[in-house]
């Protein structure tokens, strides 16, 4: 897969533009919460700064893998990556059970959809239901 | 400084106070000697930058105080 110089830098710039967006978007929801006003050329500063310390992530989290002798990056690598302020760290590792809980919710709702067979009818889904509650009884 | 033997029982039973249960590497002393070298000179380096804005030829306990809490946070790993 070899890319041309000019597909990379418009890749990039993509991702800049794409990240500058979100910026934006988010700039204007803390705007309304406070009441205040972001100039174009800070939301354009934070988005470079954001886009920066995407980098250094990048790299922090590829290097972590690498001592993990994995070549997956997985979530206890985004743990490190967080473990210098406690309250990111804290809050990191909520989202991840969160995250874990959900998947294990997935996962049996997944078990109890196969067990059912390929067909999706309403006339399918009914006991379905009733199983799952069964299974918030126990 | 140069020709100093690391202190190898010193720096062991710091780490040992605070980690009972780790155990050490042979080479582990040398770097984490290695390491505190060079926050000290990190330290020095930003109190003499503290000294010399406050127009001081010393470097005053005040300087390090002040100076600590930055310099800590950025030699985290």
């Known amino acids: 897969m070899g890319m041309a110089e000019g597909d990379q830098a418009a890749l990039s710039q ?20 406070k009441g205040t006003e972001f100039s174009k050329q800070t939301i354009a500063a934070l988005a470079e700064t954001t886009f920066r310390q995407c980098e250094n992530f990048a790299t ?43 998947n294990a919710e997935q ?7 196969t067990g059912k067979g390929k067909k999706k009818s309403t006339h399918h889904l009914e006991p379905m239901v009733t199983e799952i509650e069964d299974v918030a009884i126990n | 400084m140069v020709g100093r033997a690391i202190p190898r029982r010193s720096l062991h039973s ?23 070298l060079l926050f000290l000179h990190r330290l020095a380096v930003e109190a003499r930058t503290k000294a010399v804005e406050s127009k001081s ?12 809490k930055v310099v800590l946070k950025k030699s985290r790993g």
């Open chain 1, 107 to 113: 996962k049996e709702k997944r078990a109890v959809t």
């Open chain 2, 14 to 36: 710091v780490l040992k106070k605070h980690k009972p249960q780790l155990r050490l590497s042979k080479d582990v002393h040398m770097m984490v000697h290695l390491n505190c």
């Open chain 2, 57 to 68: 030829s010393t470097i005053q306990p005040k300087h390090v105080k002040e100076v600590a």
């Open chain 1, 14 to 33: 993509r991702l800049r533009a794409a990240v500058h967006y979100t910026v934006g978007c988010l700039c204007e929801e803390v705007g309304e919460d």
């Open chain 1, 60 to 102: 922090d989290l590829e290097l972590f893998a690498k001592h993990g002798k994995r070549t997956t990056v997985n979530t206890d690598d985004v743990k490190l990556l967080a473990r210098r302020s406690k309250a990111l760290l804290n809050f990191i590792t909520e989202k991840c059970n969160e995250l874990a809980s959900s």
